[in-house]
């Protein structure tokens, strides 16, 4: 049994990791708000801007000579981009983006395709050079706060591997934000734009009510579309648009989700660390009584061999 001094010492480094994790999850309270915020201005304009470049590429006529629309015959190798955090303590959040990013790897293989990692976030990048995987991009040290430049730097860059024939798909894999207890990992074909589709728990949803909107709004609809300037060149400049818009949407859902993580995982610590402490004051308590009983007997013991 352990002594007084060895329980009192382990309820003292309870308690300092108590006082630890409510305020981490004090911390990603406050900021989740914000990025809460930030993720609400965004998704009209997101959603608004796939909507035109999609009206845009169905009234073009045919497909256009834009390259990142031109699907190619043969798939040799699939890009992939891992949002994932620079930093752990967030529960499962990183591990499900890496799980759903492998499973992609998985599929592309079959497919008899080479994947290729581009790597957002610190935990990404360290997991998947563990496991050998080929990263040939990685972007850290913004994950919790991203801006505008970060997404415009790494659409611009996945954009100009499609173009050059360095990958023939983009996938983009992230956690979506759905509520401080809730995140849904997603996945997003990115390039090229003919097969742009979202997957995930909840995207079936989201389609089913996308195809009832496109449906009203085409009952609504009673003039012709007409582009200025047309609809070839209005995509030429929409489309690098709608990749940074995306990447910039998928950044903000990981920013969000991780602080939701973050601050579940440390509520569940803190609240651990309060059934520990209340366990072993308990077992500091036992050990006391022990303590006072072994000296009671010794009195006792002492004062009969004196009697």
Known sequence: MATQKEVKNRIGSIKNIHKITRAMEMVAAARLRRAEQRIADLRPYAEGIRKLTRTASEHSGGLPRVPVLEEREKVERVGVVLVTGDRGL????????????????????????????????????????????????SYVGFTDRPAF??????????????????????????????????????????????????????????????????????????????????????????????????????????????????MTAMRSAAENAESIIDDLTLEMNRVRQADITQQILEVVSGAEALG
């Open 90 to 137: 967030a529960g499962a959040f990183n591990s499900n983006v890496i799980r759903e990013g492998m499973r992609v790897v998985g599929e592309a293989r079959e497919e008899g395709a080479e994947p290729v990692f581009a790597v957002v976030g610190r935990k990404g990048l360290s997991t998947l050079t563990f496991r050998k995987q080929e990263v040939t991009a």
């Open 149 to 262: 430049a970060n997404a415009r730097e790494i659409g611009e860059g996945m954009t100009a591997r499609y173009v050059d024939g360095e990958v023939d798909r983009v996938e983009l894999v992230y956690n979506r934000f759905v509520s401080p207890l809730t995140q849904h990992v997603w996945r997003q074909r990115l390039l090229p734009l003919q097969q742009a589709e979202v997957m995930g728990e909840g995207a079936e949803e989201e389609r089913a009510a996308e195809e009832e909107t496109n449906a009203a709004e085409e009952r609504q609809a009673k003039s012709e579309w007409f582009f200025e300037p047309d609809a070839e060149e209005l995509l030429a400049r929409l489309i690098p648009e709608y990749v940074t818009i995306s990447v910039y949407r998928a950044l903000l859902e990981s920013a969000a989700s991780e602080l939701g993580a973050r």
